[in-house]
């Protein structure tokens, strides 16, 4: 009776191990391995992509060499997070060529306290866990499992030594191991890091366009500025020729239509200074958002005049292989070309057999005293291996997935490639007619002022009624908002081509 006793103790061990072997396994997959850290190298995919190149031009390829983008703390306020971008990239502050202090503190701003830049940071970070959660897979895996079970036993009768009640108390401990046979593991691996370099990229070209915007917002608030100031000017002018035309219609020297001419100048420059301001709140409105503040009127936000600032003077170009090498969107795309080839032969390698060794030990005992006893301890080690046969068409349908998406990549890369051509094209025409027609108002503002001294002398000298003056003066303040339209056009298209060549030089 006793070795029935060993026996039935001996299988009611191994059916809780089993359990216990059979629950370990389905949730030793979704551990991680917390501490680990992905070391990064320069690792190429298996596969080839042959780019197709046109005749006559030479594709480069677009090496990510920007800086990287880490975290810092900085107090913000109690409830939001505050982040900093580490600014190698650009490498240089291309805003600073306009010589204007505000502009760079608004940078600045932008860079520290931008909740886009904040979420892209955010976006960062979760590609490095997804990064450490694939990397586990080529790490060993332990689990330990501690249980107690109790049973009751029916009375069998007959008397005899059988126990009626059964305490086990199990601790029991499973390492395991994949073996990575043919590099899956690794190459999942591999493809988590090149979408990581992507995304960091992607954060690069996200910095690169905030900052675009808040110089575009801020030469925008510039100009509504001037357009008020000025427009203020003209109403007041338009005011004085309609008093000096009623006064005239009742001496009898002009007729009421003039007068009726007059005030409806008077109403279209009101209607024009209202626009004006309702520019200039929008503007203030998105330049504070872009800082990271609320939306705050123009009267709280410091800045400069449109007329203070500098526009570059020169503009360094590069060349084709400069510019595809330092836009970080092409740098990103061609990273996600890359890990499209790897996922490629990620997807052929799970046609191959698969290897995982595993061991099982656990001491067993009917009270914590006995658990730890000699004779209470028992082991199992396996060697498991899997090879796919029929998966009704799984890893198939995966391949030509993967096929395809690297198809697409190819063309987006190609794509990337030729809007960054074309928006440096583009912004290069831009910037050449706004500095011509820069040159042309400032010549015919230059000529217009001259008239309206010739025009003062001769009314001084009483041969033209003051009339002709107040119409100089008009006129002179019409070619003055055309130059100050255009030196923000120029501003602005020089920060356009900026960003077209990736910033910076």
């Known amino acids: 009776m006793a070795h029935s006793f060993r026996f039935f103790r001996m299988q009611t061990a191994t059916f809780f191990s089993l359990a216990l072997l059979l629950l370990t396994a389905l ?62 990239f650009p490498d240089k502050e291309w805003w600073n060529q306009y010589q204007d202090c505000y502009l760079a503190r608004y940078m600045s701003d932008a860079l520290r306290d931008s909740p886009r830049l904040e979420a892209s940071i955010h976006r960062i970070e979760q590609s490095r866990a997804q990064v450490v959660k694939i990397r ?65 990229q992607d954060s690069h070209a996200l910095l690169l366009s905030v900052q675009g915007e808040v110089a575009t917002a801020y030469f925008n608030l510039l100009r509504a500025d001037y357009e008020v100031s000025s427009q203020q000017e003209s109403l007041e002018l338009f005011q004085r020729i309609h008093d000096l035309k009623e006064n005239q219609h009742q001496a009898g020297l002009t007729s ?40 705050q009127s123009e009267s709280h936000l410091e800045r400069g005049k449109l007329q203070d600032f500098q526009l570059p003077a020169t503009t360094q170009m590069g060349t084709l292989d400069g510019l595809l090498t330092r836009r970080p969107d092409i740098a990103a795309q061609e990273l996600r070309l890359k890990r499209s080839a790897i996922d490629v032969t990620v997807a052929r390698k799970h046609f191959l057999p698969t290897i995982k060794l595993s061991a099982y030990a656990a001491w067993a005992g009917s009270s914590l005293g006995k658990t730890f006893s000699s ?23 995966e391949k030509r997935l993967q096929r395809a998406k690297q198809k697409e990549q190819i063309a987006n890369y190609r794509q990337t490639i030729l809007t960054a051509m074309k928006e440096v094209e583009d912004q290069l025409s831009l910037l050449k007619t706004s500095y011509d027609a820069l040159n042309s108002n400032s010549e015919r503002l230059d000529l217009t002022k001259h008239s309206l001294e010739i025009t003062q002398d001769q009314q001084n000298q009483g041969l033209i009624p003051k009339l002709n003056v107040y119409q ?13 339209q255009s030196k923000s056009d120029a501003a602005i298209a020089t920060v356009n081509l900026y960003k077209a060549l990736g910033g910076g030089f």
């Open 136 to 200: 586990s897979d080529q790490l060993p895996h332990l689990s330990f499992s501690p249980g107690y079970a109790h049973l009751g036993l029916p009375s069998l009768g007959g008397g005899g030594s059988l126990p009626s009640n059964i305490s086990l108390f199990l601790l029991s401990f499973m390492p395991s191991y994949q073996v990575d046979l043919f590099g899956l593991n690794a190459d999942r691996t591999r493809s988590a890091r090149t979408e990581l370099k992507a995304v960091e």
């Open 472 to 484: 100089a003066q008009s006129e002179l303040l019409q070619y003055e908002q055309l130059k100050a």
């Open 375 to 397: 004779d209470s301890f028992s082991n199992i080690e396996m060697a498991q291996g899997n090879q796919p046969i029929y998966e009704g068409g799984a890893w198939v349908g």
């Open 256 to 295: 009421y239509d003039e007068v009726i001419r007059s005030e409806r100048d008077v109403a279209q420059a009101l209607t024009n200074l209202t626009n004006y301001k309702q520019q200039q709140a929008m503007f203030a409105h998105q330049l504070a958002v872009l800082t990271g503040r609320p939306p």
């Open 27 to 88: 949730s030793v997959d979704a551990q991680a391995h917390k501490n680990a850290s992905p070391s990064p190298k320069n690792e190429k995919a298996t596969d080839t992509v042959n780019l197709p190149v046109k005749a006559g031009a030479q594709w480069e390829e677009a090496v990510p060499t920007v800086g990287t983008i880490n975290t810092g703390d900085a107090s913000k306020s109690s409830t939001m997070l505050s982040t900093k971008l580490d600014a190698k």
